[in-house]
């Protein structure tokens, strides 16, 4: 009888309709995890969840804003529901707007702070009250940022959601490690997804260029990061945060970004 990585667990991934989500998403079902994949596009949720049950991975798609507490427990619900209880949690789902501190609008910095932070607070304070339920532990997993490490032009605002994460994931060491729940971060750098690709066909050969490795992240990269910390590999991991971003960090070269209207988004 075979054994995969992630048997007898089970996930909710948000975010998870295309690029890093998708990838996580993809690779825990694959190797034997019940998934619940959200998306806020309910018809890319669906294909989605359809590409990972093709590779016979089983996963049940979710469409929701996963920054709204009503859809958060209710995620939570049907992965108990679908397959018994939740072990997993990668709060993947977050909004890059870019912009000029002097002129930011107060309604981007209100959306950026509900989706990256709030969002992420909400699902895992759900998360865990359901692992301390099961008495039986679990992974929580949350998406950081390069940002949040070093300085990038017209980002401040992302970049503080960012950092807050990774506090809140060193902060709750204290609350849930009593329950056997650990807390991480991913955070990664220039990756190449569906939404990098549209928003700028030049960015590989950007960030190729400024990467100690010679290359931006693929989606697998991240994955496979964000697979280690939720596997029993990393069972003595907690608090910390996990960079992948080809050395850039090391050197911070910033890309030119003197063709963007920053003031708008």
Not at 14 to 34: D, S, W, Y
Not at 94 to 102: A, N, W
Not at 104 to 132: C, D, I
Not at 224 to 231: D, I, M, P, Q, T
Request: charged residues 15%; hydrophobic residues 45%.
């Amino acid at each position: 009888m075979s054994s995969q990585l992630f048997d007898n667990q089970v996930a909710i991934v948000t975010g998870a309709g295309q690029g890093i989500g998708f990838e996580i998403a993809k690779q825990l079902a694959c190797q034997g995890a019940g998934v619940i994949l959200n998306d806020t596009n309910k018809a890319l949720a669906a294909e989605a969840a359809k590409k990972i049950r093709n590779k016979e991975g089983e996963c049940v798609a979710f469409a929701g804003d996963a920054s709204q507490p009503e859809i958060i427990d209710a995620m939570v619900d049907e992965a108990v529901r679908c397959f018994g209880k939740l072990t997993l949690t990668v709060a993947n789902a977050g909004i890059t707007l870019f912009g000029d501190f002097f002129e930011y609008p107060v309604e981007n910095l209100r959306k950026v702070l509900e989706v990256n932070l709030m969002g992420s607070f909400l699902l895992t304070q759900a998360a865990a009250r359901q692992m301390r339920k099961q008495k039986s532990g679990g992974r929580i997993l949350l998406m950081s940022s390069v940002v949040g490490h070093q300085a990038h032009q017209f980002l401040g605002a992302y970049a503080m959601t960012k950092a807050g994460l990774e506090m809140l994931a060193k902060n709750l060491v204290i609350e849930l490690s009593p329950h056997g729940i650990t807390i991480n971060t991913v955070a990664p750098g220039a990756t190449l997804t569906e939404r990098t690709l549209a928003e700028d066909p030049t960015y590989p050969k950007t960030w190729s260029a400024i990467t100690p490795m010679g290359r931006p992240a693929i989606c697998e990269d991240i994955a496979n990061a964000a697979l280690f910390l939720l596997s029993p590999h990393s069972g003595h991991i907690t608090g910390q945060s996990l960079i992948v971003d080809g050395g850039w960090t090391s050197v911070s070269p910033l890309p030119d970004l003197s063709n963007m209207n920053v003031k708008k988004n």
